[in-house]
């Protein structure tokens, strides 16, 4: 399953957040995959998307973070896998 994730910078500050992965890096458990991030031109966001079988696993990272990031989560499907399920009632 896909996640589209919101990472908010506690107190606007990426600084704490770009050191922590500079020195321990992503701190994602196996089985969680890293897709794609952006973040926003004022560096207080980040809109990442993450892909794991248990949502226990993204729990788990977050853990990591949650101390100098607020974060919310959306689960989430392609363009194309919502055509299909869309599909099913045209």
């Known amino acids: 399953m896909q996640f ?3 990472e908010k910078y506690r107190n606007g500050d990426p600084a704490p957040v770009y050191r922590r992965f ?8 196996n089985g969680l995959r890293y897709v794609a991030s952006w973040v ?8 990442q ?6 949502r226990r696993l993204l729990d788990e990272w977050m853990a990591n973070w949650n101390d ?3 974060f919310e989560v959306i689960p989430a499907m392609t363009s194309a896998e919502a055509a299909a399920a869309v599909a099913l009632r045209l």
């Open 68 to 70: 100098i990031v607020e």
């Open 22 to 29: 500079r020195d321990r890096g992503r701190l994602a458990p």
């Open 49 to 54: 998307v993450m892909e794991c079988d248990d």
């Open 4 to 6: 589209v994730i919101i």
């Open 40 to 47: 926003t031109s004022d560096l207080t966001r980040c809109y």
